[in-house]
């Protein structure tokens, strides 16, 4: 099929569109660049020996993004383009909801435009809020403490409510826990342009020496170490979930959580680390932040049972695959 990935150039497009290219598809990526580089593009070709086409745009402009859809006769879209800064987003609310949201109307429109029957929208755990751990796909939505958050709300009901009248339109919603990892030849992974929002590139920058210490926001949560527990997935599991979501599309909404299903707790993944690097990762802790949870983790027999998906990487090789990718220690597996 013909794919059109929005955000291919970021950490988890690019990793999907490498796993979309081995298994045959062609792939047409869309990024403004605005967290992520042409590098990687070069580096995909690279890993999968294929070309791939790639266009420069901000997919808000809608006159850019009908030129695609003109030039190329497209099959399916995965929507992964936004922005994704949980603390940003408080600061810059309407660069958010601007971005996030007319992004994903501007796709929509020209998926029913253009007859493309195929979407699967990059969606997030945070649409959960504070409900109690495992989460499942029939809890319902609580209101995000944050405008990233909110964005994926919106961006869900807008595509359930347009597949409601447009039967053809077959939509899959995929709800991701935490990404982390890269590509085990080491040539990709993450490489955000700003300040990460994530543990495991601060863990990074603690090993390589350019941060003296880890910042640990509570030791006294009730987990069993006391430090926050979450749901620690390899980037390349959640690429194949996508491929996976494209293949086993449903005739209707299909919403999943793409997660282990299983919860690592700070001091875990820190120790493991260590572990299989052998590095050394000094750290204090501090005051929690308001709004982190104690606990989250996913529940995916869904994906499972109608996806036929689940993960293969543990937290091990989450955490071999960075530091493999960080150092510049590339080695194809």
Not at 232 to 243: E, T
Not at 258 to 282: A, C, D, H, R
């Amino acid at each position: 099929m013909n794919i059109l990935v929005t955000g291919g150039a970021g950490y988890i497009g690019s990793h999907t569109c490498i796993t979309l290219l081995e298994l045959g598809h062609r792939v047409i990526i869309v990024d403004n660049l605005s967290n992520s580089n042409l590098s990687t593009i070069k580096k995909i070709k690279e890993i999968t020996r294929k070309d791939v086409d790639f266009y420069l745009i901000d997919i808000t402009i809608e006159k850019d993004l009908i030129d695609i859809f003109e030039r190329h006769s497209i099959d399916g879209v995965i929507h992964f383009a936004g922005y994704k800064s949980i603390g940003e987003s408080t600061e810059k609310p309407l660069q958010y909801y601007y971005n996030n949201v007319c992004s994903t109307i501007n796709l929509a429109k020209l998926c029913l435009n253009y007859n493309v029957t195929r979407f699967i929208f990059s969606s997030s755990a945070t649409v959960y809020g504070d409900n109690n751990s495992p989460f499942n796909e029939t809890m319902k939505l609580l209101p995000s403490t944050n405008p990233y958050g909110e964005t994926k709300v919106m961006g869900e009901k807008i595509l359930l409510d347009i597949a409601k009248v447009n039967k053809n339109f077959k939509v899959s919603i995929l709800r991701y826990f935490n990404p982390v990892g890269a590509h085990p030849s080491g040539l990709i992974g993450e490489e955000p342009n700003s300040i990460p929002n994530n543990l495991m590139p601060f863990i990074c920058k603690v090993a390589k020496g350019e941060y003296e210490m880890l910042d640990i926001y509570g030791s006294d949560y009730p987990t069993r170490d006391g430090t926050g527990v979450r749901d620690y997935i390899h980037v390349m599991d959640l690429a194949k979930g996508h491929v996976a979501a494209l293949k086993n599309q449903k005739d209707y909404v299909g919403i999943y959580n793409l997660g282990t299903g299983q919860g690592t707790s700070v001091l875990e993944l820190i120790k493991t680390f260590e572990k299989v690097n052998g590095v050394s990762i000094p750290y204090k802790f501090v005051e929690r932040r308001q709004g982190d949870l104690a606990i989250c983790y996913a529940d995916v027999s869904k994906a499972y049972r109608e996806l036929n998906w689940k993960n293969e990487y543990n937290i091990s090789d989450m955490c071999r695959h960075t530091w493999r990718f960080v150092t510049g220690s590339p080695n194809i597996e």
